[in-house]
């Protein structure tokens, strides 16, 4: 088996098969700007500002796999990937934003999601007792069972399992082989990798590798910037992710810091570049939203989103090229699902029955 792309779904895939036996080459090119290495990590789908039923069954199920891949990351010698479940914090300056985020958190944890956790409402002084630097106006939402994770971290350590379990990594940008109108393996840097089933994994790419077959897809890159920031006089250890009612966020990392997403920048292309404009809008964001004033400015990213035609991921076997597996469009949702797409997709490529209809995800929508 070929997976293409080694971001957060295609280590996932990798890490799954191999895990069961099954031969596995992963290649990738290491492009600028690969999602999952900018990626902010909440993995919160309990407070969101997405409605649509078919995504927060994967999103649902995206956060529910967390518990079962760290034990298994664990078990194969990797703990050291960020993940933790601090909880989150919806935040609003008005009691109306509060009331809304608590009646959908409510009604998911109604419907059969007990993971949701505790919900409970808190006062200013309450909320910064939990996040010391959030500013004053805002008042919380507290769900426990919001969590983040270092997804650059997590990529490394689902690919360092894979390998131990026999997958083999080839650094190179790859182009599809066919034969008689068949997708037979991958080329990378001259070489042929035979494959009988090929799993695409290349996020905002994914049309520069379909460009041999009958068909593209609707993906592009949505530019994201975002902002580390170091907070040396503070433990940020526990502090839990904040989602604002805004397109903003806040979440915090062991080792004192504190990061701040990001520009959502649709018409981008691949210019893979900080910008002046980008930089200013996330540092007032973040200080519109906490006292960040005195922090330093300790890293900043650039990631491109593979944005689909619509907020659900494209996920299925390409009509007309039976042993192609494509899944990629998570589009900002991808560090929630991206593991469990991975699972996902290696389960299609293997003629498994889903435990869900994936009608709603046909790659060519
Ligand atoms: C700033 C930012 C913040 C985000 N925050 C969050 C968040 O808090 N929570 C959340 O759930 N999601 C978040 N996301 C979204 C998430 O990061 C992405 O949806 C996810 O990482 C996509 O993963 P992927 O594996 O599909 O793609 P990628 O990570 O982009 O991986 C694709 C891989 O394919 C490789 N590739 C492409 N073409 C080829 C080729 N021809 N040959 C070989 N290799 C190739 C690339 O090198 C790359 O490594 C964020 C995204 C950004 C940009």
Redesign the pocket.
Known sequence: MII????????SAAYHLSRNGIDVTV?????E???????????CPWITHHKHPDWYTLARR?ALYYGELIKELKNDGESDIGYKQVGALAISKDDEGINQSQAEAMSKREAGTPEVGDIKRLSGEEARALFPLLNKEYQALYVSGGA?VD?HLL?QAMQRAASLHGAQFVE????LTLKNGHVVG?E?NGELYAGDQIIV??????N??LSPLDHSITIKP?????IHFGVKEYDTSDWPVVIPDSSY?M?AFDDQRIVV???RETDSGFDYRLTAGGVKEVIDAGLEMAALENSSVSEM??????MGPDTLPLLGKLEGYHNVTI????????????PY?GVVASEIALDHTLPFDLTPYNPLR
């Open positions: 293409i792309g080694s971001g957060i779904v295609g280590a290649i990738d090119a290491n492009h700007g690969r999602a999952s290495a900018a990626g902010a990590g909440i993995v995206g983040r997804a990529c190179g940008k790859a182009s991958a990378v994994t290349t996020g905002a790419w994914t520069e590798l949505q530019r994201g910037q975002i966020y979440l997403g990001a520009t990213r650039v990631g491109f989103r593979p899944a990629t469009g998570l589009g900002p949702s991808g560090i929630t699902m991206g797409i």
